[in-house]
């Protein structure tokens, strides 16, 4: 069973990449799988913001409102990646 945490971290992987692709069709299939794993944790985005070194998230679960910080080169390795090799990762519609 995946953590909040885990899942927070995922979902926050994936929507660095949709942001920068936003028609990336693969990137907003496995955003929406994520979105659908916080629903099923009760889990409900209420911020998100970027300052550095961090990215910081503000939810609220079990009727309390958490925070969650995450470094900003772990959650950009995928979106880097991407750019990176942009050839790997041609939008396949």
Do not use: G, H
């Not at 942001?19 to 979105?35: G, I, K, N, S, Y």
């Amino acid at each position: 069973m995946q953590s909040i945490q885990d899942a927070l971290y995922n979902w926050m992987t994936i929507k660095v990449v949709c942001d920068a692709r936003p028609d990336d069709t693969a990137a907003l299939d496995t955003l929406a799988f994520f979105e659908k794993l916080l629903v099923e944790k009760e889990v409900i985005i209420q911020s998100l913001f970027k300052e550095e070194p961090f990215y910081f998230i503000e939810y609220l679960s079990e009727n309390e409102v958490k925070k969650q910080r995450f470094p900003i080169e772990v959650i950009d390795v995928m979106l880097n990646q991407i750019k990176a090799e942009p050839e790997k990762y041609r939008n396949l519609e």
